[in-house]
């Protein structure tokens, strides 16, 4: 069932002048993600068509653009892994280069931490100075002179020097709940529907956590100009060629397979129960008139429209996008 308020509604709405009012100062790859979340479902992606096998009552379903995003400004690799945002799950050991032994890393050990604190105090500034020579960084005011750039490496140089601490610490509630955290984040959009209140084609407005405050009180609410809102969702586009998951070592794509069947062997593991073949639970929500199960009858493709509904002496066919 479609919300009463989307994400899409404010794009379709506010994007043409927010497209106008920035142009040149937009990405390929926002202005992508622009076109796709305004067609997100409409016409424009194709879908189907529901009908319930109770009472026949029938509805149009556009399919979604599937579009999501998360991002940083700067982003840190671990040894010779490539950068990624934040690399969070690792294996407490690996697979010995003969493939005969599992090696295991120490007890509470997982990276040095001084070793880790350097690396990413060489990698942020490399990116830093990579941004203020490409231009993206503004100065004002008393440290307008921090444009220039030996003055800006001056500025930096303290810094070079100083130990930079990497926070580290085993998870209160275990590793379970390092699971539950990440899965509520992975594929999570910049704000869900559920969050919007109200939009009146100049200004969003949406609930978030102030997790300054505690009880009640940390539920605020928020109103800004629908341009510094499509501005804010922007920010959360990944730039071209990242990802927000990767997967590397026994976990890679082209020898997961494998490495987890052999890696399970040398662990004395019993692989996971196979799929019992039994179809996945119907998600689709229940018919709106009965309350009865409600299947496909038809799909149609990208930009085309579904074929009107079969004549039918049931009251409670209507059309319901």
């Known amino acids: 069932m479609r919300a009463s308020l ?6 379709r709405s506010a994007g043409p002048a927010y497209r106008a009012s920035h142009a040149g100062h937009l990405s390929l790859h926002q202005l992508k993600v622009m076109s796709a979340i305004e067609h997100c479902r409409t016409a424009a992606l194709g879908g189907h068509v529901e009908a319930c096998t109770d009472c026949g009552h029938w509805r149009v379903a556009y399919s979604s653009c599937r579009n999501r995003h998360h991002r ?37 050990f997982l990276l040095p931490v001084r070793v880790l604190g350097a690396l990413c105090r060489r990698l942020f500034l490399t ?3 990579a941004f203020h020579d490409a231009g993206r960084l503004a100065f004002f005011g008393s440290m307008a002179h921090l444009a220039e750039r030996r003055a800006f490496l001056r500025h930096l140089s303290p810094v070079r020097k100083k130990r930079w601490v990497v926070y580290a610490k085993a998870p209160f509630a275990g590793p ?39 009880g009640p009180d940390r539920q605020q609410v928020m109103t800004l100009a629908a ?9 959360h586009v990944l730039p071209r060629g990242f990802h927000r998951i990767r997967h590397y070592g ?7 397979k494998t490495s987890l069947d052999l890696a399970r ?24 008139c009965c309350g009865g199960h409600m299947v496909v009858i038809e799909t149609f493709e990208r930009g085309h429209q579904p074929r009107a509904p079969p004549p039918g002496p049931s009251p409670n066919r209507a059309f319901t996008p």
């Open 127 to 129: 990116r830093l100075m």
């Open 265 to 288: 062997k040398l662990l004395a593991v019993a692989p996971p129960a196979e799929d019992t073949g039994e179809e996945p639970a119907d998600t689709r929500p229940p018919c709106p």
């Open 72 to 108: 940083g400004a700067a982003y840190v690799g671990v040894g010779d892994d490539p950068p990624s945002a934040c690399p969070h799950d690792v294996p407490g050991g690996g697979i010995a280069p003969e493939g005969e032994r599992w090696i295991s890393s120490r007890p509470a």
């Open 250 to 256: 026994l976990l890679a794509a082209s020898s997961r």
């Open 227 to 235: 341009d510094k809102f499509i501005h804010r969702f922007l920010l």
């Open 176 to 214: 379970e709940a390092v699971l539950a955290y990440l899965a509520r984040y992975t594929h999570r959009v910049a704000i869900s529907n559920s969050r919007l209140i109200a939009f009146d084609t100049d200004s969003v407005t949406f609930g978030y956590k102030d997790y300054g405050r505690s």
């Open 6 to 11: 989307e994400i899409a509604d404010i794009f």
